[in-house]
């Protein structure tokens, strides 16, 4: 499918809520209270930087620990979205399912699509009381593209892209089983070593307003401790391979359907040098970031490559190219 077709395509990627108060009865649906440590959604800010850096679509991610519920209906009204997108958790299920009506409401024209580890698990659960179109499962990065090509050529169906559920009056379905092209390609596939790299590198930190998190977690503090709250998390590998059976992390790109030719997904992951490059962009995107969180799930996987990155970040330092300030967790 030809990504350069003549229509702009729009997309709007909305985190996963939380909201104020519990969980499930929430006062209010955006913001968040001084017991939550909100952090700005990553995956979706992935799926984000390699939808713009390869020209599919402009994006949009709308958080609702930063952004209100005013915010997110003008732009619905304002903007006229293809595909709106949510990143959904079991925890936040609810106050998810209420933005999906919310944006069914006041962009019912929109494709309606769901992400995630619940979304890839859980999916009949969420499709049989939200007016969602399609589940992705496993990574967003290719059925998304695939589905912005296909609206860049007018084509609005997504029957025959890999890696989507979708329902019938009766039932749900998987996408492209029965077309040649799934036979080609197969089902969405976890993104080999390359496309991880270059996925995960084409984060636009600049975009991500780190600063606004910062503040509202201050805010809450008379002495806020800055080496704690202007913290930025990565993640450098795609998943941990230790098959713990009750883990959703180890099961998540297995279940979509694992690498080619495995049914079990190869380990991705960036090396040392690439880790060093994305923490430069970092600190130069948000110059009072004080510490790094790698967030992977088990970062320690490879013990060379940490040794590697532990050197490269002590020269990065003796050389003044990361401050000395710098912390890790
Ligand atoms: S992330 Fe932890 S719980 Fe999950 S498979 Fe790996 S070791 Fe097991």
């Known amino acids: 499918m030809q990504k350069n077709g003549s229509i702009n395509v729009n997309v709007l990627l909305l985190a996963p809520n939380a909201g104020v108060g519990c969980f499930f009865r929430p006062e209010s649906r955006t913001g968040f209270s001084k017991d939550r440590w909100a952090i700005p959604p990553l995956g979706l800010w992935r799926i984000s930087?390699?939808?713009?850096?390869?020209?599919?679509?402009?994006?949009?991610?709308?958080?609702?620990?930063?952004?209100?519920?005013?915010?997110?209906?003008?732009?619905?009204?304002?903007?006229?979205?293809?595909?709106?997108g949510f990143s959904i958790t079991h925890q936040t299920l609810e106050n998810d399912i209420y933005f999906m009506h919310i944006c069914k409401k006041y962009s019912p024209s929109?494709?309606?699509?769901?992400?995630?580890?619940?979304?890839?698990?859980?999916?009949?659960?969420?499709?049989?009381?939200?007016?969602?179109?399609?589940?992705?499962?496993?990574e967003g990065e290719k059925p998304m593209a695939d589905m912005c090509a296909k609206i860049k050529n007018g084509i609005t169906n997504f029957k025959e892209i890999p890696g989507l559920i979708y329902r019938t009056e009766t039932e749900y379905k998987k996408t492209g089983e029965k077309t040649c092209d799934y036979k080609r390609t197969g089902p969405?596939?976890?993104?080999?070593?390359?496309?991880?790299?270059?996925?995960?590198?084409?984060?636009?930190?600049?975009?991500?307003?780190?600063?606004?998190?910062?503040?509202?977690?201050?805010?809450?503090?008379?002495?806020?401790?800055?080496?704690?709250?202007?913290?930025?998390?990565?993640?450098?590998?795609?998943y941990c391979p230790f098959d713990c059976l009750f883990c959703s992390s180890t099961n998540f790109l297995n279940a979509a359907g694992g690498s080619e030719n495995k049914k079990r997904a190869n380990v991705a992951g960036l090396t040392p040098e690439e880790i060093i490059t994305m923490l430069k962009e970092i600190l130069e995107s948000h110059p009072t970031t004080r510490n790094i969180f790698i967030n992977?799930?088990?970062?320690?996987?490879?013990?060379?490559?940490?040794?590697?990155?532990?050197?490269?970040?002590?020269?990065?330092?003796?050389?003044?190219?990361?401050?000395?300030?710098?912390?890790?967790?």
Not at 54 to 75: C, F, M, P, Q, T
């Open 296 to 329: 992977d799930d088990d970062f320690v996987l490879q013990a060379v490559r940490v040794q590697k990155f532990c050197d490269l970040v002590c020269e990065a330092k003796d050389k003044q190219i990361l401050p000395d300030y710098l912390t890790f967790m």
């Open 49 to 84: 930087g390699h939808l713009i850096k390869n020209k599919y679509a402009n994006v949009e991610v709308w958080d609702g620990y930063v952004d209100s519920e005013e915010s997110l209906i003008s732009r619905l009204k304002e903007n006229n979205f293809d595909i709106i």
């Open 188 to 238: 969405n596939y976890a993104m080999d070593h390359k496309m991880f790299s270059s996925t995960t590198i084409n984060i636009d930190w600049k975009m991500i307003p780190y600063e606004r998190y910062w503040e509202q977690i201050e805010s809450f503090y008379e002495k806020p401790n800055l080496n704690e709250t202007r913290t930025v998390r990565i993640f450098t590998t795609n």
């Open 110 to 138: 929109s494709t309606l699509v769901i992400g995630g580890d619940e979304a890839t698990f859980n999916y009949v659960k969420v499709m049989e009381i939200s007016p969602i179109d399609y589940t992705v499962l496993g």
